[in-house]
């Protein structure tokens, strides 16, 4: 993947009422699944060494409406240069209604990040980080982030926890964390 186009991922799922399920995903220069649609889901996937060229993407990225993203294994997917961003789970703009749960993800800066969503549901996670990590809900509104483990050998910071920029409404995000 990505020997002719720079931006190939390992996945790209859309539609709707599907299930991408089992999956081995690694070694791609950008995301290994950029998911849409709605009422889809990203169960039980195995995602290693994405974002290998390009930035502002995750191991699994997408504009998800209704959709489960539960049981991922995430590792290695760091940044390789300067860029806007490489993170475990993006949920991007006009993301609404979704799940993440019961994920794993070892080894990004930003293991969770939110875009401009709206309830956003991201809880039981075990998030393993060996330097600084970093959790951000921008722009979004009514998230809850609970009952998440987090396991970090540097700063942990929490960008834009109320999600408030411009006059925008606040994220009423519920935090819980258990920090081992």
Do not use: W
């Not at 995301?31 to 974002?51: E, K, L, P, Q, W």
């Not at 300067?82 to 949920?91: D, L």
Request: some cysteine; hydrophobic content about 35%.
């Amino acid at each position: 993947v990505g020997l002719v186009y720079r931006a190939s991922c390992g996945l790209t799922a859309g539609g709707s009422n599907a299930c991408f399920r089992a999956n081995e995903i690694c070694r791609v220069p950008y995301c290994g699944v950029i998911g849409g649609g709605s009422d889809n889901f990203y169960v039980s996937n195995y995602i290693h060494h994405a974002m290998q060229v390009l930035h502002d993407g995750a191991a699994i990225y997408g504009n998800l409406t209704r959709c489960l993203v539960k049981g991922n294994v995430v590792h290695d997917i760091v940044a390789n240069g300067a860029g806007f961003g490489v993170h475990a789970y993006y949920a991007d703009e006009g993301s609404r209604d979704c799940v993440v749960e019961d994920n794993y993800a070892e080894g990004s800066g930003s293991l969770i990040h939110n875009h401009m969503t709206l309830r956003t549901v991201v809880r039981n996670n075990t998030l393993v980080s060996s330097g600084d990590q970093h959790v951000s809900f921008q722009r979004s509104t009514l998230c809850t982030f609970s009952n998440n483990t987090i396991v970090c050998g540097g700063k942990l910071t929490v960008g834009d926890p109320d999600g408030e920029r411009r006059g925008r409404p606040r994220a009423q995000l519920v935090v819980a964390l258990m920090i081992a």
